[in-house]
């Protein structure tokens, strides 16, 4: 796929951010990634990936310098309040635990160019700017994306399902329930499924259909509404079908990685 086959919108987006960064020396490539790529991007829920490879992490002066031009191509508004951008250093690419200047939405933050977004972009990006493969960015192992996966479902995503106000918000229902297929397809097969696919299949999961069918209307942009007793019955009924899906998953055993190449904490 190329900028031009992006929706018109999200592709003069994206020229705009790449004109932009290519005229900085310090950038090697800039890099698109996710739904976009594979398909299944909406406008209304999709986030916007990319990943800029940087000769050097950003100094103060840089991070300034990248905060204003997002700012400024956040004003356009549309899709920009959808772009997220990680800056990361070519020379520590394949570090997942290693924090990176990530504009995030609205603001600059830091985040991780994780084991499944290097196997996203490696085996599935796009290059708006720079060398194809991404210098410094291979696909990881299966086995260590499937302890990785698995090591969030019985951490990260076990804690979430216990906390019960999370539950009465549609970002958290949407997004956590979407994270159960696509976890044991990767876990079982080592198949990236979409999150459209992923809606498809939540039934497996004990999720009504009900549910299930109001995910895919956000997802594609038609509005839902539930009064105050119908949230708090569905936060129950997605609470329940998140725990119960977390306990399938944990008995899902990754793998062990290869001697010499331990499975990420």
């Known amino acids: 796929m190329t ?13 705009r951010l790449r004109d932009r960064l290519a005229e900085r020396a ?24 990319v990943v800029a490879l940087m000769g050097s992490e950003p100094d103060e002066t840089a991070t300034r310098e990248l905060t204003e031009l997002h700012t400024a191509l956040a004003r356009t508004g549309g899709p920009a309040g959808q772009l997220h951008c990680l800056y990361v250093a070519a020379d520590a690419a394949s570090d997942p635990e290693r924090l990176c200047t990530y ?9 991780q160019l994780k ?9 599935g990006g796009v290059a708006l700017y ?3 493969p991404p210098p410094g960015i291979e696909p990881p192992p299966l086995a260590d994306l499937q302890a990785a996966v698995h090591a969030e479902a019985t951490g990260y995503w076990r804690d979430i399902s216990r906390k019960r106000k999370l539950w009465l918000y ?34 497996g999961f004990g999720v009504p ?3 299930a069918a109001e995910i895919r209307a956000r997802r594609d942009g038609r509005p839902v509404t539930l009064s105050r007793p ?22 899902l055993a990754p793998p062990a990685s290869p001697p010499g190449n331990p499975a990420p904490q």
Not at 43 to 49: E, G, L, N, T
Not at 173 to 193: C, K, M, N, Q, Y
């Open 3 to 15: 900028a031009p086959e992006f929706p018109a919108e999200v592709a003069g987006l994206l020229g």
């Open 26 to 49: 310090d950038v090697i490539g800039v890099y698109v990634y996710g739904s976009l790529v594979t398909g299944d991007y909406s406008p209304a829920a999709s986030d916007i990936d």
């Open 103 to 111: 504009w995030f939405g609205d603001q600059m933050t830091q985040w």
């Open 115 to 123: 084991l499944l977004t290097q196997a996203e972009l490696a085996e």
């Open 130 to 132: 720079g060398p194809w």
């Open 170 to 203: 549609d970002t958290w229902v949407d997004h956590a329930l979407v994270v159960l297929p696509r976890a044991e397809a990767l876990l079982t097969s080592g198949e990236f499924i979409s999150k459209g696919e992923a809606i498809r299949r939540l039934p």
């Open 209 to 211: 259909a009900a549910l």
């Open 230 to 251: 119908g949230r708090l019955v569905r936060a129950i009924r997605a609470r329940r079908a998140m725990q119960a899906g977390v306990g399938r998953l944990s008995r």
